[in-house]
């Protein structure tokens, strides 16, 4: 996934650059590097950011849903969110 193709997930999904990080597991710091060009996801971050591409493509807004979980009821249950979004699991 491009700089470009990260950033335009996030603004389509509607949430910040920390959300994101945090599905992830990186910094802040580290998204704003991506976004801008200057590093570039390892092979589990690439599958991971594909997977929150294809739950937004499937279910829009679900990676705003997923942020709004991630501070109630903790990150496993976001992921899952994420996940049966991209896989079609419900």
Request: glycine share 4%; with cysteine.
């Amino acid at each position: 996934m491009t700089a470009d193709e990260i950033k335009r997930l996030r603004h389509v999904a509607d949430i910040t650059q920390a959300e994101l990080g945090a599905f992830i597991g990186i910094s802040n710091s580290t998204m704003h590097k991506w976004e801008r060009g200057l590093l570039r996801p390892n092979d589990w971050q690439a599958a991971m950011l594909d997977a929150c591409a294809e739950a937004e493509r499937r279910v829009p807004k679900v990676l705003k849903q997923a942020a709004k979980t991630l501070y109630s009821q903790g990150y496993a249950r976001a992921l899952y969110v994420i996940l049966a979004a991209a896989t079609e699991v419900r």
